[in-house]
């Protein structure tokens, strides 16, 4: 069956690094997401991209936070100046239509110190 | 702003039936989501409402009223497996979905 998948499993990262999380989507979507969950918080939408431009993204996705699609299969999230705060678990989603269901990747653990 | 509110934590028995209850008020509205999240885990996906109305999958069914702005997820037959987080997420018309805060279910036997 299709899955996203995304490396690294676990990043740790001296604070002020940049850092860049990678996703394959699943090979005939379309749209793709980049999600962000504090642990033990909820699911905190970051940004959407389609058709090789970003569609949405929330406050939380600033100046910090670029995305990419460098190539036919790779979806990047880069995290610039890292900070305590973004320690994180970030998932990346798929989805084959704007209205139908995101595909979640098992995740990468961002640990900033 | 969005507003996606479900309840923090639910317990139910083995074999019972428990309803998990969302509202929304969000800038748009392009469907409804059901998540299942286990702890460490990524959300998978359990149902999609875009009309009124009940949608069956099994021991799963979801249920969508758009003019209150709320939505269920009812599950029976619990199973101890079924504990787990269960996020409520509203699609917006700008393709983005937010999540609520998620409602933490345990199964007791």
């Known amino acids: 069956e299709p899955e996203v998948t995304q490396t690294p499993s676990h990043q740790v990262t001296q604070m002020g690094q940049e850092v860049i999380l990678r996703c394959v989507p699943i090979s005939n979507h379309l749209y793709f997401y980049w999600y962000r969950q504090i642990l033990g918080q909820k699911v905190e939408f970051l940004v959407s991209f389609y058709n090789n431009e970003i569609s949405e993204k929330s406050e939380i996705f600033d100046d910090q936070f670029s995305v990419e699609r460098p190539d036919g299969s790779n979806f990047t999230l880069k995290i610039r100046s890292t900070k305590l705060e973004d320690s994180a678990m970030y998932f990346c989603a798929s989805g084959s239509g704007a209205n139908t269901e995101a595909f979640f990747g098992q995740g990468t653990r961002l640990t900033v110190v | 702003g969005q507003n996606i509110d479900q309840p923090t934590e639910m317990t139910a028995t083995e074999g019972a039936i428990v309803q998990i209850n969302c509202t929304y008020q969000t800038s748009g509205f392009n469907g409804l989501f059901w998540y299942q999240q286990h702890a460490g885990e990524a959300p998978t996906f359990l149902s999609y409402n875009v009309l009124d109305g009940l949608e069956e999958k099994g021991r799963f069914s979801s249920f969508l009223s758009r003019s209150k702005g709320y939505s269920y997820l009812l599950l029976k037959e619990l199973q101890m497996k079924d504990s787990a987080s269960y996020l409520c997420?509203?699609?917006?018309?700008?393709?983005?979905?937010?999540f609520g805060a998620g409602t933490r279910l345990t199964v007791k036997p």
């Open positions: 997420a509203v699609r917006t018309n700008n393709n983005d979905m937010r």
